[in-house]
T-cell receptor
Framework: DGGITQSPKYLFRKEGQNVTLSCEQN?????MYWYRQDPGQGLRLIYY???????QKGDIAEGYSVSREKKESFPLTVTSAQKNPTAFYLC?????????????FGNGTRLTVT | KQEVTQIPAALSVPEGENLVLNCSFT??????LQWFRQDPGKGLTSLLL?????REQTSGRLNASLDKSSGRSTLYIAASQPGDSATYLC???????????FGQGTTLQVKP
């Protein structure tokens, strides 16, 4: 079945460590996105990529980094510079970057930093 | 700056009721509006996508309407069931990218 796979489902790290969240899609989608969700808040865009080897900052990119070396993969690194990294992270993809296609989401990774 | 608001934040209804969830946005220049469902600890499932040129979309017991001029969308759920219990989020796409602006969601509980 086609879909978006995020791994791991739960991730625990010590403060000061960098951590990378995986996102893989087999939907042949061009665009991929990373969102962050905090309790009682809507989703906020971290980074997005419209094409391989290209990506743009979203609304809350500070303390995060991404790469897009393959169409299917869009890993997110949460660096030690991110002040409040504990959150639920969601990866999404869509067929085109225009306004006509819906976003499809993975099941998320819950990151806890202590 | 586009802002999306969903009211109420939480809703509890008995099984079988028809109900309406509300979503409002401040900038009417949108490409589309999408309604999602989120179960606890899970990702988002797309329910309905309404293009800016459309007035409504239907899928089974769900009907979503869009009034761009007033900056409003509603999600109508007919004959609610306990399995409909979840958080419902609306999101608007304003530019020619995949950037969605999300509301904070309405958490629905349907009691048997």
């Amino acid at each position: 079945d086609g879909g978006i796979t995020q791994s791991p489902k739960y991730l625990f790290r010590k403060e000061g460590q960098n951590v990378t969240l995986s996102c893989e899609q087999n939907l042949n989608h061009d665009a991929m996105y990373w969102y962050r969700q905090d309790p009682g808040q809507g989703l906020r865009l971290i980074y997005y990529s419209q094409i391989v080897n290209d990506f743009q900052k979203g609304d809350i990119a500070e303390g995060y980094s991404v790469s897009r070396e393959k169409k299917e993969s869009f890993p997110l690194t949460v660096t030690s510079a991110q002040k409040n990294p504990t959150a639920f992270y969601l990866c999404a993809s869509s067929t085109i970057t225009g306004g006509v296609s819906p976003l499809h989401f993975g099941n998320g990774t819950r990151l806890t930093v202590t | 700056k586009q802002e999306v608001t969903q009211i109420p934040a939480a809703l509890s209804v008995p099984e079988g009721e028809n109900l309406v969830l509300n979503c409002s946005f401040t900038d009417s220049a949108i490409y589309n509006l999408q309604w999602f469902r989120q179960d606890p600890g899970k990702g988002l499932t797309s329910l309905l996508l309404i293009q800016s040129s459309q007035r409504e979309q239907t899928s089974g017991r769900l009907n979503a309407s869009l009034d761009k001029s007033s900056g409003r969308s509603t999600l109508y759920i007919a004959a609610s069931q306990p399995g409909d219990s979840a958080t419902y989020l609306c999101a608007v796409r304003s530019g020619n990218t995949g950037k969605l602006i999300f509301g904070q969601g309405t958490t629905l509980q349907v009691k048997p």
